[in-house]
């Protein structure tokens, strides 16, 4: 289905910047419309608790529905469809694409987020829900005081995640994916010092909840490993091909290159949220989003 109807601002992604991004369009009196394929990280919270206004936490999916429910208040219409192209038309208005229909808009806002990296393990979901893995430590690090704590990851990201982690009340490993000979003696001492332990082998297999244990890691020499909670530090793919693909620069993780008002190098074309910064927070995709509709309803 052809939208004739020129919009002010298509948002591509309804996550937590995109569905912001559709309250302040509403308020403005603007013409917006959301385009999300429902994939919001959001939905995979089990309760967040450093959300301002939320004194005992939320739940994601909670939280999620109150802002898609928020941002329908402004009557700004949200299609469930994957946008899978973008163009710039001769007139310099954007043309999005997806199976479902196209669209037609002044300016596009892209809130597309990223993807963690998952390591092969059964029932991770189940895990993700009681906390047995987990994947943010600025969200939950909290809450692994008096835990033993495992992170999965390379040298460089596991590493300092390994570091970051042990700042609280905990005991926590790294299991290194046999990367630790790329460690320089400063971090080493830096691990030392904070007492963080490496795993003597990679490990061979990791299970969750079996037989009452949060988190069993059998390393490549046998030995087992207990842990009340696994952090994987594998990465995050971001959502940015539909900018790159009209010219934005993006840096070597993907994320977008912004100016102060959340513009990508595409005249236009701004990004907010997880795509465009690597502190993946609630409350960072929702000052990307405000900061974004408010400048793009000043060009207006
Ligand atoms: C397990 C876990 C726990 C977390 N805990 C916290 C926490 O406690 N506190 C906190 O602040 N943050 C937390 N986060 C991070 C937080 O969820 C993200 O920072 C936040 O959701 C980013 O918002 P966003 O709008 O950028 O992306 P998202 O909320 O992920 O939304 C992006 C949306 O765009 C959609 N999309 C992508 N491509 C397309 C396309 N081509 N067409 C249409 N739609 C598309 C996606 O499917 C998705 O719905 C956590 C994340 C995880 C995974």
Request: proline share 4%; hydrophobic share 40%; glycine share 10%.
């Amino acid at each position: 289905m052809e939208n004739d109807e020129l919009l002010d601002c298509l948002v591509i992604g309804g996550g937590a910047a995109g569905l912001t991004a559709a309250v302040y369009f509403g308020r403005y009196k603007r013409r917006a419309v959301v385009l999300d394929d429902g994939g919001s990280r959001l939905q995979r919270i089990p309760r967040t608790r450093n959300v301002p206004g939320f004194p005992d936490g939320i739940e994601g999916p909670d939280l999620l529905r109150r802002m898609r429910e928020h941002a329908a208040r402004y009557a700004v219409p949200a299609e469930q469809t994957r946008v899978r192209s973008l163009r710039r038309l001769d007139d310099g208005t954007f043309r999005a694409e997806s199976a479902e229909g196209s669209w037609r808009a002044r300016f596009v806002l892209l809130a597309t987020g990223a993807r963690d990296v998952e390591p092969e393990i059964d029932g991770i979901a189940e895990a993700l829900k009681v906390g047995q893995v987990r994947y943010c430590p600025i969200c939950d690090g909290f809450e692994t005081q008096r835990q033993r704590v495992a992170v999965l990851g390379r040298a460089g990201h596991g590493l300092r995640e390994s570091l970051f982690i042990a700042n609280w009340d905990n005991q926590v490993t790294w299991l290194s994916m046999a990367t630790q000979e790329e460690v320089g003696a400063p971090d080493l001492a830096r691990l030392r010092e904070a007492g963080v332990r490496i795993a003597d082998s990679p490990p061979h297999r990791i299970d969750c909840g079996v037989d009452g244990v949060g988190v069993r890691v059998e390393l490549q020499n046998g030995q087992v490993l207990e842990f009340d909670t696994l952090y994987p530090a594998l990465g995050l793919v971001t959502a940015c091909e539909l900018a790159t693909a009209l010219g934005a620069r993006a840096r070597d993780n993907g994320q977008l290159e912004v100016d102060a008002h959340q513009q990508t190098t595409v005249d236009g074309l701004y990004v907010a949220g997880d795509v465009a910064v690597d502190l993946n927070q609630i409350s960072v995709a929702t000052g990307h989003a405000a900061i974004a509709a408010t400048a793009i309803h000043n060009r207006l």
